[in-house]
């Protein structure tokens, strides 16, 4: 009896996991199949899709492991400051004008290069977006094909 208690606990406790692991699918049981047996083949198509997907919903994070991060671009600042430098000793006669033109040609790659560093992780990310949901879509088509084939209608 204790067993069968077990047991039973263990089902409901899969089933509630997998309620929400497949929250955009509706799950008919097409061949009068228990709550208990759709609980039970839910779960085991839910490890099989993982496992030939890649992809896990309850832990989407661990499927795709992060990027590693932007290898930031230097260097914008010591050529806008070699820049200016020459700017300002054809503009003026001066070192002081060689100095403020280095000043202002280092600001301004500085400023450049912060903007293309931005530029480079906003595009790692979106790319990190675009193969977590394409993962997912391979998840649900794996899921629904595995419940399909037990008897299951997938919507």
């Known amino acids: 009896m204790k067993t069968a208690k077990a047991a039973m606990v263990m089902l409901v406790m899969l089933g509630a996991g997998h309620q929400v692991l497949a929250q955009d699918m509706f799950i008919y049981p097409g061949k009068g199949q228990s709550a208990e047996q759709q609980d039970k083949d839910e779960y085991e ?18 499927a795709s492991p992060a990027p590693a991060p932007a290898a930031k671009q230097t260097g914008g600042v010591a050529r806008g400051a070699l820049a200016g430098a020459t700017i300002g000793v054809i503009a003026g006669d001066s070192s002081k004008a060689a100095g ?36 997912k879509n391979d998840y649900n088509r794996a899921y629904a094909a595995c419940l399909e084939g037990r008897g299951y209608t997938v919507k």
Not at 48 to 54: K, P
Not at 113 to 130: E, I, R, V
């Open 45 to 62: 198509c839910y490890g099989w899709a993982r496992s030939s997907s890649g992809y896990d919903p309850a832990n989407p994070a661990a």
């Open 100 to 135: 403020r033109g280095a000043v202002a040609g280092a600001l301004f790659g500085g400023i450049k290069q912060h903007h293309t560093n931005q530029q480079t992780a906003q595009q790692q990310q979106q790319q990190q977006a675009g193969q977590s949901a394409a993962k």
